[in-house]
C-alpha cells in the first residue's frame, strides 16, 4: 500500500508565518520533539519520500511507530492553525466566546457571564451568524433562571422566547436559500447552459420558487444576496445577461454595503464579481470587463482574501474571463502570454485546483492556440480533457471537446485519423442519448457534414459545396435558440466561413465581429 501523503500536504500548504507560529508553540511544549524532527525532515521534500525519512531516522526508537507519529504531528499542526486562525472569523471568536460563557458560567460569575453573552450576541447579528445567536439566546434563558433564583424579576422571558423564535425563523430561511443555491448550482456544474426545455425546466422550477420569485421572503441580507445570486444564474441559463448584470449587481451591492460578509463568506463575494466579469463580456463592454478584472486581482493583497482557496479562486476566474475576453475581441496573440502564464501558475497550485477549473482552463487555452492559429498546441490541451476519465462534471465541456477535436485534426490534415474519429464522436453522442434521453440537432448536422467532407479532401469544389451545404443547414438549425449555444462553446460557423474563403479562423471571427 502506498503511504499517505496527507502530512506531506498539509506541510507544504502552510505559509511562513503559519510554520513559524508552529514553531512557536511546540517551544512551549516541554519534553522530546520528535514531531519536529519530522516536520523539517518532510518541509525539506519536493515529493513524500517515506522510505528517505526512514532512512535518515533508522537509529531513532520513533520511527518504528512512524505512522501514529505522522498522526500525531498532522492533528498537532491543525491545533496550531486553529490558534493561529482563531480571530481571523466570526464563526471562530464566537466559538471562543461561548467557550467562555461555559467556563464563566460553571463558576457562578454570572454577572461576567452575561456581560460575555451581549458581546458575542452583537457580533453574531452583526454577522448574521444565527446558530450561535440561538445558542447565546439559550445562555441568556439559563442567566435569566439564575436572576429569577437571586429574586431579580426585571427581566421579562417573553422577550426572550420571541427573540429565539425571530432567530430560528431566520435560521430557517437561510438554510432554504442555501438549498435553492445547492440544486441550482449543481444543474449548471454538470451541464452547463441549458440546451432543451428539460435543463430549463429545472432552473425554471428554482428561480419560480416563491422564497425567490416573492417579495420580501428574505429575512436576512444573506438571504437576500442568495436569492438575487439565484436569479442571476437562472437568468444566465437563458442568456439573458441584462438580467443577470442587474441581479448579480444588486449581490455585489449588498456585500460592499456589509463588508463584514465580505471578511465572512469572500469566496461567494468574488464569484458575484466573476458573474458581473461575465456580464460585460457579453455585452461587449471590455473597459469595464478590465477594470473590474484588475479590482479583483487586487483583493488577493488584502487580509480577508489571503487564504490559499480565495486566491485561487481570484485566479481561476480573472484568468479564464481573461482568455475568454481575448476570443471575443478576436485578439488571440494577446492570449498567448496569459495562456502561458496560466500554466506556470497551475504549477503553483498544483492539486488543488478542482476538475472543473482545470477543464476551463484546459479548453480556454486550446481555443487560445487555435485562434492564434497554433493547431498543434491546440491539439495538445485538447487531447488533455479528452483523455481526462472523469466526464460526469461538465458534460457539456467534454462533448464540445469532441467536436472542437474534429475541427483541430481537420486543419491538421489528418484525415485518415478523422474517419475513426467521427465514428467514435458519434458513439459517444448515441451513448448520451441512451443514457440522458438528450439529442441535439447540432451535433447530428455537424457530424453528418464532417463525415462527408473528410473524404472529399483532394476534391476542392466538392469540398467548398460542402462546407456550403454544411452552413445552410446549420444556418436553419440555429434558429433554435437552444442549438445556437453551441456557439458559445466553438465559433463553428466562422471557422466553416474561413474554410469557405480561405481565410484564417480569426479573420472569420473579426468579419462576424463587425457584421454582429
Known amino acids: ?109 454570572y ?30 434563558k439559563m442567566l435569566l433562571e439564575e436572576e429569577y433564583l437571586a429574586g431579580n424579576f426585571d427581566r421579562d422571558l417573553d422577550n426572550l422566547v420571541q427573540a429565539e423564535q425571530e432567530v430560528i425563523d431566520k435560521l430557517r430561511n437561510l438554510a432554504e436559500h442555501l438549498i435553492l443555491y445547492s440544486k441550482i448550482n449543481y444543474v449548471f456544474r454538470k451541464g452547463g447552459i441549458a440546451r432543451d ?124 474571463a481573461e482568455l475568454i475576453a481575448y476570443d471575443l475581441m478576436v485578439d488571440y496573440e494577446k492570449g498567448i502570454p496569459i495562456a502561458e502564464e496560466i500554466v506556470e501558475k497551475m504549477k503553483l497550485f498544483e492539486g488543488k485546483l478542482s476538475k472543473e477549473e482545470e477543464l476551463l482552463f484546459y479548453y480556454n487555452i486550446a481555443y487560445t492556440y487555435f485562434g492564434a492559429g497554433q493547431t498543434r498546441q491546440a ?22 471537446a469532441r467536436l472542437f477535436n474534429l475541427v483541430v485534426h481537420y486543419d491538421l490534415g489528418n484525415y485518415d485519423l478523422l474517419d475513426y474519429t467521427i465514428k467514435s464522436t458519434n458513439r459517444f453522442y448515441v451513448k448520451r442519448k441512451r443514457e440522458y434521453g438528450t439529442e441535439y440537432k447540432f451535433e447530428t448536422v455537424f457530424l453528418k457534414h464532417m463525415k462527408k467532407i473528410v473524404k472529399l479532401y483532394d476534391q476542392q469544389e466538392k469540398k467548398e459545396s460542402a462546407f456550403k451545404e454544411m452552413r445552410d443547414e446549420l444556418q436553419a438549425v440555429f434558429k433554435d435558440r437552444y442549438e445556437k449555444i453551441a456557439l458559445d462553446y466553438f465559433d463553428f460557423m466562422s471557422w466553416i466561413n474561413s474554410k469557405m474563403n480561405g481565410h484564417s479562423f480569426a479573420e472569420a471571427r473579426k468579419k462576424k465581429m463587425l457584421v454582429t
Open 379 to 400: 491539439l495538445r490541451w485538447l487531447n488533455i480533457i479528452l483523455n481526462d476519465t472523469e466526464q460526469n462534471l461538465r458534460q457539456d465541456m467534454y462533448s464540445f
Open 111 to 140: 454577572k461576567e457571564c452575561a456581560k460575555t453573552v451581549k458581546k458575542a450576541k452583537k457580533l453574531a447579528y452583526t454577522h448574521e451568524k444565527f446558530y450561535y445567536a440561538f445558542e447565546l439566546i439559550h445562555w441568556e
Open 197 to 320: 426545455e428539460r435543463e430549463l425546466e429545472l432552473v425554471e422550477e428554482i428561480t419560480n420558487h416563491p422564497l425567490i420569485k416573492g417579495k420580501n421572503t428574505a429575512l436576512s441580507k444573506r438571504a437576500e444576496a442568495i436569492s438575487y445570486y439565484i436569479q442571476g444564474l437562472g437568468a444566465t441559463f437563458k442568456n439573458d445577461f441584462t438580467k443577470s448584470f442587474e441581479k448579480f449587481s444588486k449581490v455585489v451591492r449588498i456585500f460592499e454595503e456589509n463588508p463584514v460578509f465580505i471578511h465572512d463568506i469572500p469566496k461567494q463575494y468574488i464569484r458575484s464579481l466573476n458573474n458581473l466579469l461575465i456580464c460585460y463580456m457579453n455585452k461587449n463592454e471590455f473597459k469595464a470587463f478590465f477594470e473590474l478584472m484588475n479590482k479583483m486581482r487586487a483583493l488577493k493583497n488584502q487580509p480577508a482574501f489571503a487564504s490559499t482557496d480565495i486566491q485561487l479562486k481570484i485566479f481561476t476566474s480573472t484568468y479564464n
Open 1 to 109: 500500500m502506498k503511504p499517505s501523503d496527507e502530512l506531506f500536504k498539509l506541510i507544504k500548504s502552510l505559509t511562513k508565518s503559519e510554520k513559524r507560529f508552529f514553531k512557536l508553540s511546540s517551544a512551549l511544549q516541554a519534553g522530546d520533539k520528535n514531531y519536529i524532527k519530522l516536520f523539517d525532515a518532510i518541509e525539506k521534500q519536493k515529493e513524500y519520500d517515506e522510505d528517505d525519512i526512514k532512512k535518515q531516522f533508522r537509529k531513532d526508537t520513533f520511527i518504528k511507530h512512524l505512522p501514529s507519529e505522522k498522526n500525531h504531528l498532522y492533528k498537532l499542526i491543525l491545533k496550531s492553525l486553529r490558534g493561529y486562525y482563531a480571530d481571523i472569523s466570526a464563526s471562530s471568536q464566537l466559538q471562543e466566546e461561548i467557550k467562555n460563557i461555559e467556563i464563566l458560567f460553571r463558576k457562578a460569575l
